[in-house]
């Protein structure tokens, strides 16, 4: 996890709020990553950025938003249009060039009261 | 359906004994990558073989690559209770390689000391 950092931990929301998940990181990694882990499941992804100012869609995008203003930076808004939005959220980076491999923050659990 | 698709689901071996998972895969890729996360955490890189390589081995590691077959498979030998952790396949599919990976549905291993 070093090198990454995800805020909060744990975060409670209620029905209708949007909220905003933290990932900063340190690595200097040009891409950067979010992905939505449900239980007992693998990851899926929601958004992508290669590069400052750019980002893409992942497979389910839906009810969700992100900005990269920073490199360091690439936070995820849950917005109040994703259903059913209480899962476990991983930031992950990479740097460019090299190999594809990518390095994971600590995560945020996201549950909807 | 996911790129990579990892069997069995879940694995319960004792300590000492060799645990080996599979992964089979749909597309033609550059490379295959190995995670590991244990509950509740963000997942690590373990290991990545190339599409040209046939084993690669790291530690306790071995990983075999079936481009051919399309199926990769991860043995753990000797393992430990400290083992126990979900194992994720993972792969860049060729036309997108650089930018984003396509993980399975994860192995649940359980290491009983």
């Known amino acids: 996890d070093g090198g990454i950092t995800q805020s909060p931990k744990y975060l409670f929301r209620k029905e209708g709020q949007n909220v905003t998940l933290s990932c900063e990181q340190n690595l200097n990694h040009d891409a950067m990553y979010w992905y939505r882990q449900d239980p007992g499941q693998g990851l899926r992804l929601i958004y992508y950025s290669q590069i400052v100012n750019d980002f893409q869609k992942g497979d389910i995008a839906e009810g969700y938003s992100v900005s990269r203003e920073k490199k360091e930076s690439f936070p995820l808004t849950v917005t109040s249009a994703q259903k059913n939005p209480t899962a476990f959220y991983l930031c992950?980076?990479?740097?460019?060039?090299?190999?594809?491999?990518?390095?994971f923050g600590p995560g945020t659990r996201l549950t909807v009261l | 359906s996911q790129q990579g698709e990892e069997d069995p689901q879940a694995l319960s071996i004792q300590e000492g004994e060799n645990a080996t998972m599979n992964c089979s895969y749909k597309?033609?890729?550059?490379?295959l990558q190995w995670y590991r996360q244990n509950s509740g955490r963000g997942l690590v890189h373990l290991i990545l073989?190339?599409?040209?390589?046939r084993e690669k081995h790291s530690g306790r590691l071995r990983v075999t690559l079936d481009t051919s077959k399309k199926s990769s498979s991860l043995l753990i030998t000797a393992s430990r209770a400290a083992d126990t952790a979900s194992y994720f396949c993972a792969t860049p599919p060729q036309e997108t390689s650089g930018s984003r990976l396509t993980f399975g549905e994860g192995t649940q291993l359980t290491v009983n000391p």
């Open positions: 597309t033609s890729i550059n490379n």
């Open positions: 992950a980076t990479r740097t460019s060039g090299g190999t594809d491999t990518q390095y």
């Open positions: 073989i190339r599409s040209n390589e």
